[in-house]
């Protein structure tokens, strides 16, 4: 429905109409206008399976769903580095949700990993913007592509389940605009959903959903999202508030009283009727985009009738096998082959954990498990090793056995992971370990088992104190119902393993960001990190990892080689380029192949192209994910040592080479200046780095970047004299003005020695405060200081 039919529609709805229509008919449905032939729809989770309830309605999972497929969760399908993914299993469940007659889907959800901790890691992507908001456009193009609305959350700030309800995230703006913003950022300019869940916390003292500057400003005025802000279930503290602030649509319904609030605001004129009538028209506005692209003949009926289960299946299972990373593969140990004699240990090879626990959790239409995935097989084995619920007697038991049936295997591989219990939604993690039983079967069958493999069903990183005992780990995440077929397909190499880590896996929680606060401040939760979350922290302070951020292995082998950046967008820029071979380091400077030195000097105006050849010098065919970072150039605030600007993944068959190229624009070198209140590139040197991963850069080149508008500072008489100089116009004043005034300084005689020496002295002198002057040069008033910083405050703004 077009624009001016909507806007005629909320212009013939009475009060009563306009107010019911802020809040949600029911648990799941919206509220609809018959009269208008406008039907009421159908909202249900995702964000890696339908959960549509037909009888009792809950938001915790505890409820029966009809069935459906169960994809990867959010965890797995970022390490496939790779948005096809992502939309392909966007488009089965905007495919599955209209044969159910579900008009929007509740996902993806992008909110940023700022602990391993979280209950709910398992839903979310990742702990790098990019990579989160990346996949999320992908998923919602995928949904939205099949006429179904997506509903990307949790907006904003939302990385514990601690008290999330009401606890207030204090985080700075910075750290907002370059961590917790720009995945959402992202997810709404390049996909434009159709409605978007405001998180239940409080941010910077004020509820998501009554939070103007979040839900209107940035939200709809600055990124442009055009669609319906709805509130998490039971998120809307005050209904009058909210809307004012930006809130479109109250779930779940009918919140009888908040109507009546509205209602009563409106006709008090507290709340103005333009406002009423925006909410009205984005939520019909949403409504619409779904039946308008939706089949009556689909109501009522079997959802098998329009959606085939089967190839559903077949997509989660192809889904898992391109999210799987793998970690280790000491000696060649993998893959493993039909001859050798394998024994399957664990009870996860026969009843796979492959989904999270609360709101994501759906009825499978079908799980295989890696047991069944090999039915039939003569070289294949399986003993249990342990059982959650087993007595100590049992548990011996069990573990004894494993480890006779790993004696007699030419391979072990022992199925282990985090049971539901350990993560879910409304509870974070006390720690990282896996059950004591799991880490001792694997220890007790590394002991007598050198060809030790360990696959990994957990939807968070985890303590991996055997990590060195074993030849092999393989991690899946939560890998969907399709998850034992496709760790069976990856360990006996009909695939190749292409995912890369999208998080960090530290040694312990200890090393984490922020630790110790995180799971104890319930009330004021302070983002003391800021920007150094995931592996902008642990390369910054240079803290070893388990596993680096972007980290995986392959069947087969890469190398790069012919980095080449060149400057675009300006006439002068053509022909200008600089190279650096495979062999050139991060820390080595500029350098090229064969020892050529190159240079770009850019503005932050100009784009820059990054080109690189891989090759792939194994025997198999395999994928690899190019990662391009940015090393920051050293400034005045403490930046990430680096940070992933652009990642792209390539297939590539034995012997065969590709370039791949990359474009990079002002916000991969830029930082949030709080005080412009927009993105400023600080000058100096930065450093185009290509990884394998966060910690092992292959190939780098230097870049200097200048801006075209310098960084607005706003001096004052506290200003230091240092801060001052480093401007051209606080040069251009103070420089002529303190050559004058030579001789009348109070400074010590020649003949007096100094205690300091010379750079101490002009350290103290460039720290001194400008308002110092007046006690340092006789003549100087306090009014004459305050015209100094005037002067150079409007020759700064001349100069911009």
């Known amino acids: 429905m077009k624009a001016d039919k909507i806007r005629e529609v ?92 579900v008009g929007v889907v509740l996902g993806p959800a992008l909110n940023i990993k700022r602990s391993p901790l979280c209950g709910r890691n398992f839903e979310y992507y990742s702990e790098d913007p990019l990579v989160s908001g990346r996949t999320a456009a992908a998923a919602i193009r995928g ?67 009554e939070n103007r500057k979040y839900l209107t400003e940035i939200l709809k005025e600055e990124w442009g999202f055009d669609g319906a802000v709805m509130t998490d279930w039971g998120a809307c503290d005050e209904p009058v508030e909210s809307l004012a602030a930006g809130l479109d649509l109250e779930m779940p319904g009918a919140a009888k009283d908040n109507v009546r609030a509205v209602r009563s605001a409106a006709e008090s004129g507290q709340l103005p009727m333009e406002v009423l009538d925006e909410a009205v028209a984005r939520v019909l506005t949403m409504i619409t ?99 959650e619920t087993a007595s100590p007697e049992e548990s011996e038991a069990l573990l004894q056995e494993a480890v006779q049936a790993a004696q007699r295997a030419d391979k072990a591989v022992i199925f282990a992971g985090l049971p539901e219990s350990y993560e879910s939604e409304g509870l974070d993690r006390a720690d990282m370990n896996l059950p004591a039983e799991q880490n001792r079967l694997i220890s007790a069958v590394a002991a007598v088992q050198p060809n030790t493999i360990v696959v990994l069903h957990n939807g968070a990183p985890v303590a991996l104190p055997w990590l060195e005992e074993v030849a092999g780990v393989l991690e899946m995440y939560l890998g969907g119902e399709a998850v034992g077929e496709a760790a069976v397909n990856l360990l006996y190499g009909e695939v190749n393993p292409g995912g890369r880590l999208a998080e960090t896996f530290p040694l312990r929680v200890e090393d984490t960001p922020c630790y110790p606060y995180y799971g104890v401040e319930k009330d004021d939760v302070v983002y003391r990190e800021g920007r150094l979350v995931g592996y902008r922290f642990y390369e910054t302070m240079k803290r070893e990892a388990a596993f680096p951020f972007g980290y995986g292995l392959s069947y087969t082998s890469f190398a790069y080689s012919d980095l080449t950046l060149e400057k675009g967008a300006s006439e002068a820029a053509e022909g200008q380029q600089a190279q650096a071979g495979a062999e050139h380091s991060a820390e080595a400077g500029a350098g090229a192949a064969g020892g050529q030195t190159g240079w770009i000097s850019m503005t932050d105006e100009d784009t820059l192209t990054v080109r690189v050849s891989v090759t792939n010098t194994g025997s198999r065919a395999g994928k690899e994910v190019v990662q391009l970072y940015i090393g920051n150039a050293k400034g005045d605030t403490v930046r990430p040592l680096r940070e992933l600007r652009d990642y792209a993944k390539v297939e590539l ?148």
């Open 10 to 101: 909320v212009a013939s709805m009475t009060l009563e109409e306009k107010a019911s229509f802020i809040a949600g008919r029911d648990f799941w449905s919206l509220q609809g206008l018959e009269r208008e032939g406008i039907p009421s729809i159908m909202v249900t989770d995702g964000p890696h399976g339908l959960r549509k309830q037909t009888a009792a309605t809950d938001m915790l999972g505890l409820n029966e769903s009809n069935p459906a497929i169960a994809f990867p969760a959010g965890c797995a399908q970022a390490s496939a580095f790779d948005p096809a993914v992502a939309e392909t299993v966007g488009r089965e469940l905007g495919k599955l949700a209209q044969a159910e007659n």
């Open 143 to 209: 949904v939205q592509g099949e006429g179904v609305g997506a509903c990307p959350k949790h907006y904003c700030a939302n990385n514990q389940e601690y008290y999330r309800m009401t606890s207030n995230s204090v985080v700075d703006e910075q750290t907002m605009r370059e961590i917790y913003l720009p995945g959402f950022e992202t997810a709404v300019k390049d996909a434009q959903p159709w409605s978007i869940m405001c998180s239940y916390n409080r941010l910077n003292g004020t509820y998501l959903s």
């Open 289 to 387: 985009r779904y039946t308008e692209r939706h089949d009556p003949e689909m109501d009522g009926t079997d959802a098998a009738k329009y959606y085939d289960f089967e190839a559903g299946h077949a997509a989660a299972r192809t889904a898992a096998e391109e999210c799987a990373v793998l970690l280790r593969n000491e000696g060649g140990v993998l893959p493993l082959s039909r001859e050798e004699k394998v024994v399957f240990l664990g009870e996860f090879a026969e009843a796979p954990r492959y989904q999270g626990g609360g709101s994501s959790h759906i009825s499978p239409y079908r799980v295989t498990s890696a047991k069944e995935a090999v039915l039939g097989w003569e070289n294949v084995s399986f003993a249990q090793g342990y059982r």
């Open 653 to 800: 068959q034995p012997g065969e080479t590709k370039e791949v190229s990359f474009t990079l624009g002002k916000r991969a070198f830029a930082e949030w200046n709080e005080q412009a209140g927009d993105w400023s590139v600080p000058e100096g040197v930065y450093t185009v780095e290509i990884g394998r991963n966060a910690s092992e850069i292959l190939c780098s080149a230097p870049v200097q970047v200048s801006p075209v508008q310098p960084r607005p500072v706003l001096f004052t008489v506290n200003s230091p004299l240092g801060d001052v100089m480093k401007t051209p116009a606080g040069q251009a004043v103070l420089g002529q003005m303190m050559q004058a005034m030579k001789g009348e300084v109070n400074a010590p005689s020649e003949s007096e020695a100094s205690p300091m020496s010379d750079e101490a002295t002009q350290a103290t002198g460039m720290a001194m405060p400008l308002r110092a002057l007046v006690s340092f040069a006789p003549d100087m008033t306090r009014a004459q200081a305050q015209q100094i910083v005037d002067a150079i405050n409007a020759a700064q703004g001349q100069a911009r």
